[in-house]
């Protein structure tokens, strides 16, 4: 049964007429033992009044024709009771006319039942010692049947009149009262798919506000949701289309050049665009993929220098000489994270130095623990971030007065996302001692897994200090 | 015809640099509003190529206050913003053209030359005078319907001494049309293509007026 209408009238029109069966049933029962009281009485009644009536001389002295007894006349009306006088001797007195001439009862005095020519009989015996008669006064147990079964038969007809009026009247009310529900519905119904407005709560009754809630907190999830899918959307929109131009613009020159010097570098252009918009088209699928992912497994013991290190490997060689150099404490650090996203907020960190180096300059990386925090540092030898704009560089899509021409606005929001899922937090400072950047990976101790290198091997390998070859993008 | 770019993206704007040159323009190419307001100051332009998104604030500004000061120089916009409001609201703030990116470099030379050609106050986008006609798209001159083959750097003083025939244009402001700020200006330069010119076309057609510069000879043949 789907329709919670449907399922709330059957329930109440058959709670209701159980009730009322057993309301029934009830009262036939009590009726029945009154209406037996009331007409035992009457008997008792009856036959104690006959005895006080009866004289002596009637009894005593027979007439003639005794052998026939006294039919008492009675005028002739519906009778329901009738009455026997019995002389202690065993002789019929007198009798109405609708008892039998057999005795009605043998008991001596109280009530019986004789069943007389197929008519039960309900007998009240009364003996009069000084009188030396006994009154017998019995009923029919058809007709107190049928004084009971009138009462009964009295209280179904409304019953059965009363039941469809009250199913109509649960029926209306339940139409009246699921109102509420049924507009929601067709409000929810009619809204196009790009409504995430609220529902308005005032008209909706309290059972019900606990859903409208909800609903309501799943509308503006969605909403946001959406806001950060069209923001992306748009983002990508705009930020793509510049470089889709640069390349577009090369490649018609290389087409229509006759020069082929000018065709070499028109050439060269369209691969440092295509270099840079797969880096943004990257890292919009990066931000995209973290807006998706509310829990992630930190499940991984992840070695960060050797993450660094593979960074560092995968770094296209480019045309100009950038140095790294790795902290060998790096190779004993382990972090308890989600490899995935570790790996991008690394990456992200590390392109974003090399992003900004003057020719020549050095990335270091770094590390050092505290009480409570494992830091993990890379400083660039770039122009650092203004102090204004420091606060703001972690929001997507900002780029500062001293954006690099290649920055997407992405790269440190990135990391953001990447290490606040894995519990940790970004920390951006300019360098003291000289230009440039300092991002600090600050690790809470509880997610730090702290190895110590066991052979002399291994402690060897944590000497040696790395320089490769790495470019930034030309334009700074 | 000498163009200001004002895009901060190094593959766009060297892209137009290298593309517009290919339809004889001389370019010069800038990357934020502060250089673009430097060049505007010391330079007259035919056109200017603006971005919208400028690292130090945004195109629409630097238009402003172009237009503010009484600068008449055609502006044409490029901008990733695509939205008709976009484009209203860059016309409504004195481009005169708007064209979202990406872009086909043809259609920008000829938007290019479209404005430059209603700044300049004619419909007919052939320049013509005495018998000489110059097709600034297809970067081509005929004399009396016959073609007549013309270097980049004679054709730019060509179509500068062109665009108004009549007016006497001076021999730094040929110069100005002819080189970038990149490139090196050669002395003497100037005379130089005016001779080669005078050679192809006719000894009459370019007159010199002593002490101020060159002029289109209107009437002759």
Redo the contacts between chains.
């Keep these: 049964m789907s329709s919670l209408r449907t399922r709330l009238f059957v329930i109440l029109v058959s709670a209701t007429s159980l009730i009322w069966l057993f309301a029934i049933g009830w009262i036939s029962v009590g009726t029945k033992h009154e209406v037996e009281n009331v007409l035992d009485k009457r008997l008792e009644e009856a036959a104690r009044m006959v005895s006080s009536l009866v004289t002596s001389n009637n009894v005593a002295s027979p007439s003639e024709d005794s052998d026939s007894p006294h039919v008492l006349a009675v005028p002739n009306y519906e009778r329901q009771l009738d009455c026997q006088i019995w002389s202690l001797d065993g002789r019929l007195v007198a009798r109405t006319r609708g008892a039998p001439s057999t005795s009605l009862s043998d008991s001596k005095a109280g009530f019986s039942e004789r069943l007389i020519d197929g008519v039960t009989w309900r007998v009240f015996t009364t003996e009069v010692a000084g009188k030396g008669i006994r009154v017998l006064v019995g009923d029919r147990l058809g007709i107190r049947e049928r004084l009971v079964a009138d009462v009964i038969k009295g209280l179904l007809a409304p019953t059965v009149l009363i039941i469809p009026l009250l199913g109509f009247l649960i029926w209306a009310s339940l139409n009246r009262g699921l109102r509420p529900l049924r507009s929601m519905a067709f409000e929810l119904q009619g809204r196009n798919a790009d409504d995430m407005s609220p529902i308005e709560p005032g008209g909706v009754p309290t059972e019900i506000r606990p859903v409208v809630t909800s609903l309501n907190g799943l509308f503006s999830k969605v909403e946001s949701a959406r806001q950060h899918e069209r923001e992306i959307t748009a983002f990508a929109a705009h930020e793509l289309r510049t470089p889709l131009a640069g390349l577009r613009t090369q490649a018609q020159i290389a087409i229509a050049t006759a020069d082929s010097s000018a065709r070499n570098t028109a050439l060269s252009q369209i691969l440092v665009a295509v270099d840079r918009t797969t880096r943004l088209v990257r890292q919009l699928l990066s931000i995209a993929k973290l807006d998706a992912s509310d829990n992630v497994g930190r499940d991984a013991s992840v070695n960060v220098g050797a993450a660094v290190e593979e960074i560092v490997d995968m770094q296209p060689i480019r045309d100009h000489r950038i140095h790294v150099v790795v902290d060998p404490a790096l190779e004993e650090t382990f972090f308890t994270a989600n490899y995935e996203l570790l790996v991008l907020a690394l990456r992200n960190l590390h392109e974003n130095a090399v992003h900004h180096m003057p020719r020549g300059g050095t990335v270091r990386w770094h590390v050092k623990h505290d009480i409570q925090n494992t830091i993990v540092s890379v400083e660039d030898e770039g122009p650092g971030i203004p102090e204004e704009e420091l606060p703001l560089v972690t929001n997507r899509f900002f780029r500062g007065r001293h954006k690099s021409a290649s920055g997407s606005g992405l790269g440190l929001a990135i990391v953001e996302l990447a290490l606040r899922a894995n519990g940790a937090s970004l920390n951006l400072a300019n360098r003291t001692d000289r230009s440039g950047l300092r991002a600090e990976i600050i690790w809470p101790a509880r997610s730090r897994f702290q190895s110590i290198p066991t052979s002399a091997s291994e402690r060897e390998r944590h000497g040696h200090i790395q320089l490769l070859p790495l470019r930034g993008f030309g334009a700074h | 015809m000498r163009i200001l770019v004002v895009e901060?993206?190094?593959?766009?704007s060297?892209?137009?640099r290298?593309?517009l040159s290919?339809f004889g323009a001389t370019l010069d190419t800038v990357?934020s509003c502060a250089d673009g307001r430097a060049a505007l100051a010391l330079t007259e332009f035919d056109a200017l190529v603006l971005d919208l998104g400028l690292?130090?604030g945004c195109g629409l500004d630097l238009l402003r206050e172009l237009r503010a000061r009484g600068d008449r120089t055609p502006v044409l916009l490029?901008t990733?913003?695509?939205e008709v409001a976009d484009r209203i609201k860059g016309l409504d703030a004195g481009a005169d053209d708007y064209l979202?990116?990406?872009?086909?470099?043809?259609e920008l030379g000829a938007r290019v030359r479209a404005i430059s050609r209603r700044r300049s106050g004619r419909a007919s986008p052939l320049l013509s005078c005495s018998g000489i006609v110059l097709d600034p798209a297809q970067i081509s001159v005929t004399r009396n319907g016959e073609s007549v083959s013309l270097s980049r750097r004679e054709f730019a003083v060509l179509a500068a001494l062109m665009d108004r025939p009549g007016t006497i244009r001076s021999k730094d402001k040929l110069e100005e049309r002819l080189y970038g700020w990149q490139e090196e200006i050669e002395s003497n330069t100037v005379e130089v293509h005016i001779h080669y010119l005078r050679a192809k076309l006719g000894r009459h057609v370019i007159e010199t007026v002593r002490g101020l510069g060159y002029r289109m000879r209107v009437g002759a043949s």
């Excluded at chain 2, 901060?8 to 766009?12: G, R, S």
């Excluded at chain 2, 979202?100 to 043809?106: E, I, W």
């Design positions: 901060d993206d190094p593959v766009l060297d892209g137009l290298v593309g290919l990357s690292p130090d490029l990733a913003l695509d979202g990116k990406p872009f086909d470099l043809d």
